[in-house]
Nanobody, 125 residues
């Protein structure tokens, strides 16, 4: 059974930074792209970033240059570093496996039934 556990969310001031972690289990992480998504109250879930099994990355325009994703196969964990945060980044952040092809990932979930509980990021002064 595929499982994802997100952690690292917190309350942070504008301009601050966080590192989110996504612990994956139940499958071979090395073979899959992993993406981050977020959902704010009253809004649809949106894709934030993804990292392919070959470590190629892709970011939504809204976070490009501020967020960085990485992966550690030895720890079966994928990270999302969030820098220069602003209130618009406040949301519940999720990770899951995403689609990939020819070494490139797309921020589209691979399995609609494989989601974690999310971790809350709140940016406020």
């Amino acid at each position: 059974q595929w499982q994802f556990v997100e952690s690292g969310g917190n309350l942070v001031q504008p301009g601050g930074s966080l590192r989110l972690s996504c612990a994956a289990s139940g499958f071979s992480l090395d073979s899959y792209a992993i993406g981050w998504f977020r959902q704010a109250p009253g809004k649809v879930r949106e894709g934030v970033s993804c990292i392919s099994s070959s470590h190629n990355t892709y970011y939504a325009d809204s976070v490009k240059g501020r967020f960085t994703t990485s992966r550690d196969s030895a720890k079966s964990t994928v990270y999302l570093h969030l820098d220069n945060l602003n209130p618009a980044d406040s949301a519940l952040y999720f990770c899951t496996a995403t689609r990939q092809r020819y070494g490139l990932c797309a921020i589209r979930e691979l399995r609609p039934d494989a989601w974690g509980q999310g971790t809350q990021v709140t940016v406020s002064s």
